[in-house]
């Protein structure tokens, strides 16, 4: 059924040989998310000039736009890795998928919050029921969902494949979520800021989102594999790798 | 049945194994049974002799090996009905009386040629009872509406797990009767129990079980 | 040797699980109880005026009877679970998802049935205008059998865990919000006197579609549930 999985993806799916390869990359995927992050901070908040209609207000973007596409990017590949956890029973598919919600959560979290404190001198409130925040608020409730239903269940991997379903469920949801919530927008005339509207960013705010972007990507990356290496110990804690490690970490 | 080969077993396992939480449940069984046998699986508290049977009845995925039926891979869908699971809980809805709990499974299931919920009840040892609820009746009793199910249903396989469990002589006695008949007719049967059961039909296949 | 046909089956299933339901009918009357309590407590809240309760009416109803039905949702398959009565249903030789959309189908009679029918007094007592009440009536039609099904989906999901209402709600929260969304808008809609057709044919469609797909999904998730 797998032949078409490249090979060294099936080499990589088995856990000693994932568990090695995060623990090379996780080091340089912590370094370039904070050299990025840095960097990308002083251009935004520095180098960057000040909006000619917010003033320095709009600077909160380069961490709430790039929060943002990271929640739904995150739980794109909760939801792929759930399936392919759900087709093929890749024990090392349904740690990432369950691995990857925790994270997708807290950046939706920082999404809504960045969001609202920007709203405070836009909008003059803390909260609007505008079409997007509202999406990534049910999108935080998803997380919590598939989180709560991972840990309900005894068994971890038939927890993993109850809540990798409930994901696929929500990728299904999302889209229909977001245009229920765009025409009850309209309905309800909520006040609504279109904040790149048409106009084209300045590349000098431009440069810093985007640097912004690479920086919360290889941050997940980090964070992923972190995760990852510890949850695989967990769970293979009576295999024979894990029992070399343990003697590994003990001779040291 | 002139189409499958004699040699052909009913219900064949190689290698089979189930995990748990990642820890194997029981070791890598091979073994076979063939239309007209009953197989006894012994084995002590917590050597997977439930998880067995549950994994063979199609609630549980099969972990790692392969289990054929009539010499083909076993398919779900095409065994459904032919396969009859009676595990340590009965099945039966405590609101409704034997009889009706019958008549829902032969509406799912369908009727053996000649019998119908009475005469079975009747067989099972429950006349009088047949439209009492089933809350009401004693533990052995519900046993034996629930025993009644494999009278009723056609079904090649049973799956019997613990069937002797709170059962007085006469229903122990009714059981293994119930089992020589069904092995008779070349049925066949797997049973999981802890005593020691004497059949009069010679001596039983045993399948030993390791933790 | 003869198996029943689809059609016995399915009136077997549904004939049992409403037989069961009429033997336990003080259940059937909780969450029409409940959906009172909730109705009547708003006016306690808010106030009694007129004008503020005919505005907020129609959207406490549909939350009312939204609220209700969770309530009502974790039954769906505890007591087959607990006697063994789902494990021969998945065992028993028919398709699970079609005898599974059948306990979805007694479970929406028995308990958002009863809803529906009360709901024209809950508006009344909310002093919804009589005009609006059967766009209200016709949006339950539509919504609460959506409700039912995905609620069902979640069900199957949880039914391996110890029973956890709360995690219910949290997990049915974001699938209930466009059936809410667009059965409230019907309403408002119709309370100012615009075209309300819209939003009542996206419920429908979503209902169209849920029917189709619910009860795969729900065998699917109880098939997960189960194997352990």
Redesign the interface.
């Known amino acids: 059924m797998s032949d078409w999985i490249p090979l060294w993806l099936h080499k990589l799916g088995s856990p000693p040989t994932f568990y090695r390869f995060a623990g090379k990359l996780q080091p340089w995927a912590m370094t370039l998310a904070l050299l990025l992050g840095a960097v990308a901070l002083y251009g935004g908040l520095l180098l960057a000039p000040a909006d000619y209609q917010q003033g320095d207000a709009y600077r909160i973007i380069f961490i709430h736009v790039p929060s943002a596409w990271m929640s739904m990017f995150i739980y794109a590949v909760m939801g792929v890795a759930s399936f392919v956890a759900l087709v093929w029973r890749i024990k090392l598919a349904e740690v990432v998928a369950m691995q990857s919600a925790p994270i997708g959560a807290a950046f939706t979290f920082i999404t809504l919050v960045t969001g609202s404190l920007w709203g405070k001198p836009m909008w003059g409130t803390w909260w609007t029921w505008d079409a997007r925040l509202t999406s990534e608020l049910v999108l935080l409730f998803l997380y919590l969902g598939v989180i709560g239903l991972y840990h309900a269940f005894e068994d971890r991997r038939q927890g993993a494949r109850a809540a990798g379903f409930l994901a696929i469920i929500g990728v299904i949801n999302v889209p229909i979520v977001h245009f229920s919530v765009n025409w009850w927008n309209t309905l309800h005339q909520g006040s609504t800021v279109n904040v790149f509207g048409q106009s084209k960013m300045a590349w000098d705010m431009l440069w810093p989102l985007l640097t912004m972007t690479l920086a919360t990507k290889f941050y997940y990356a980090a964070s992923l594999f972190r995760r990852a290496r510890t949850d695989l110990l967990d769970m293979e804690g009576g295999k024979d790798w894990v029992r070399k490690i343990a003697e590994d970490e003990a001779d040291r | 049945m002139t189409a499958t080969p004699a040699a052909a077993p009913l219900l064949e396992a190689r290698g089979l194994s189930f995990r748990r939480q990642d820890e194997p449940v029981f070791a890598p069984m091979d073994f076979q049974l063939h239309a007209g046998e009953l197989a006894l699986v012994e084995g002590d508290n917590g050597s997977g002799k439930t998880t067995l049977l549950r994994m063979l009845a199609g609630l549980l995925h099969v972990g790692e090996g392969e289990l054929r039926w009539r010499g083909a891979p076993l398919q779900r869908d095409a065994t459904a009905g032919d396969i009859l699971f009676l595990g340590h809980q009965l099945g039966l809805k405590a609101d409704f009386s034997p009889r009706e709990n019958l008549r829902v499974a032969a509406s799912l299931h369908g009727c053996r040629d000649g019998t119908n919920a009475a005469s079975v009840l009747a067989r099972i040892g429950l006349r009088g009872y047949e439209d009492e609820p089933v809350r009401r009746l004693s533990a052995g009793q519900k046993k034996r509406a629930a025993l009644a199910r494999l009278l009723l249903l056609p079904a090649t396989l049973w799956l019997l797990d613990e069937p002797y469990a709170n059962l007085d002589r006469i229903g122990i006695a009714l059981v293994n009767e119930l089992l020589e008949r069904h092995t008779d007719a070349g049925g066949a049967a797997m049973v999981t129990s802890h005593g020691t059961v004497s059949f009069h039909g010679g001596e039983p296949r045993r399948i030993r079980m390791h933790g | 040797?003869?198996?029943?046909g689809l059609g016995?089956?399915c009136?077997?299933?549904l004939r049992?699980d409403l037989?069961?339901a009429w033997?336990?009918r003080g259940d059937i009357a909780m969450p029409v109880l409940y959906a009172v309590i909730v109705a009547t407590l708003f006016p306690f809240a808010l106030g009694p005026e007129d004008t503020l309760l005919q505005r907020i009416a129609g959207g406490v109803v549909l939350v009312t009877v939204l609220l209700a039905m969770l309530l009502a949702l974790d039954a769906m398959f505890a007591?087959d679970i607990?006697?063994?009565?789902l494990?021969?249903?998945?065992?028993?030789?028919?398709p699970l998802a079609l005898?599974l959309g059948m306990k979805i189908l007694a479970h929406w009679l028995a308990t958002a049935l009863p809803l529906i029918v009360i709901a024209p007094l809950l508006a009344a007592m909310l002093h919804l205008p009589g005009t609006v009440i059967p766009v209200l009536l016709l949006a339950l039609l539509l919504a609460t059998p959506l409700l039912s099904l995905l609620g069902a989906?979640?069900v199957a999901?949880?039914a391996?865990?110890?029973r956890?209402g709360m995690?219910l709600a949290?997990?049915l929260?974001?699938?209930c919000?466009?059936a809410v969304?667009?059965a409230a808008?019907a309403v408002?809609?119709a309370q100012q006197g615009l075209p309300w057709l819209a939003?009542i044919a996206?419920l429908a469609a979503?209902l169209v579609l849920a029917v189709v797909l619910a009860p795969l999904?729900c065998a699917?998730?109880l098939r997960?549930?189960?194997?352990?």
């Open positions: 040797m003869n198996r029943p016995t089956a009136a077997a299933m049992r037989a069961l033997r336990r007591s607990e006697d063994g009565s494990e021969q249903l998945v065992l028993s030789p028919q005898l989906v979640l999901l949880t391996g865990t110890r956890s995690l949290l997990m929260l974001p699938l919000v466009p969304i667009f808008g408002a809609a939003p996206w979503a999904a699917a998730a997960i549930a189960l194997d352990a």
